[in-house]
């Protein structure tokens, strides 16, 4: 009789584990679009993406110059270099903003935007992921310009600072509300439909081997 039990326990833990898993892989708002409309100024060997619909954005430095990206007060956040060499400034409030989905973290008072930067290498990549606090909904409700679900709907264009080499620039950028096309199930459904339907097989299997007795115990 225990067999059938611990198999529940253990198809339980292991999806828990892969809901977890799914949450992890789309940190975004699945019914958010961040969209990067320029990046200026163009320079070749640069590329930049949005990850997981509004969660971060990936910028990739292949140029020849060092590319600055500014935090909230225009203070230096982090830099890449022609070399690959990606560094951050634990002095930038960003750095800190950053690590919450809705800046729900102290900033430590030795940061602020006229704080002596203090760079730390954090890889050699030349790639470079930040979540942004500019370019999502700062807020857990709808936004009140949304009137209809259903349709896609502009919530706001954004302006993030950034220098490459010497010239001032700008990532450009629209919010926009767009729901699933479809209507498909969110991922966490979908994964607590999958319990519940393994469950209920163990469940069955457990009812028919009391009936059984015990003289076909595992």
């Known amino acids: ?111 602020s935007a006229k704080a002596v930067p203090d760079w730390h290498v954090l890889d050699k990549t030349g790639v470079f992921e930040w979540h942004d606090h500019r370019m999502h909904y700062m807020a857990k409700d709808t936004p009140a310009i949304v009137k209809d679900k259903a349709k896609r709907t502009k919530v706001f264009d954004y302006a ?13 950028g629209t919010l926009w509300w767009a729901p699933p096309k479809g209507g498909g199930a969110p991922v966490g459904a979908i994964v607590a439909f999958a319990v519940l339907v393994l469950l209920g097989g163990v469940a069955v299997l457990v009812t028919r081997r009391r009936r059984r007795g015990p003289a076909e115990a595992w």
């Open 160 to 172: 993030i600072p950034i220098r490459i080499g010497t010239q001032e620039g700008r990532i450009l």
């Open 1 to 111: 009789m225990r067999r059938p039990l611990a198999v529940a326990a253990t198809l339980t833990g292991l999806l828990a584990i892969a809901a977890s898993t799914a949450a992890l892989a789309h940190q975004g708002n699945p019914n958010m679009k961040s969209v990067v409309r320029a990046l200026q100024p163009k320079v070749p060997g640069l590329a930049l993406q949005v990850l997981s619909g509004d969660d971060r954005f990936q910028l990739t430095n292949r140029s020849t110059t060092t590319v600055l990206v500014q935090g909230y007060d225009r203070e230096p956040y982090a830099r890449l270099a022609p070399d690959g060499t990606v560094q951050v400034n634990h002095n930038s409030p960003a750095y800190y903003l950053n690590t919450d989905r809705y800046g729900a973290v102290t900033v430590p008072k030795t940061a």
